[in-house]
């Protein structure tokens, strides 16, 4: 089982390039440090067909699945799954104002 977090503070996701594997079980991890809202809207990684969403944060649905993760103030939260493509993904917070965005290479 492979093992990431992604730290955000100050509006910002770091690392800004993470790393994972394709065909390998994973957990990606998000803890905030800051005192206002964040999500995680990762539409690559949300097609995860085994994809678990574990920690404090609450998930929202559209009519495509799940459409983002809202991360508390300094909450974490947890997704657990298997990569099933290679690629670099982006993926963002969509709260207004905050422009932050990262990236997933998965090898
Ligand atoms: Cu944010």
């Not at 440090?33 to 539409?43: C, F, G, W």
């Amino acid at each position: 089982m492979e093992s990431v977090t992604v730290e955000i503070r100050a509006r910002m996701f770091t690392p800004q390039h993470i790393h994972l594997h394709h065909d390998r079980k994973t957990v990606l991890r998000f803890r905030s440090y800051d005192t206002e809202l964040h999500t995680v809207v990762a539409k690559e990684l949300f097609l995860s067909a085994d994809l678990n969403v574990g920690g404090n944060g609450a998930t929202e649905f559209g009519p495509d699945g799940l459409k983002r993760v809202i991360i508390p103030a300094e909450g974490l939260i947890e997704f657990q799954f298997t990569p099933a493509r290679t690629g670099t993904f982006s993926y963002l917070c969509d709260m207004p104002g905050h422009n932050m965005q990262a990236l997933i290479v998965v090898e």
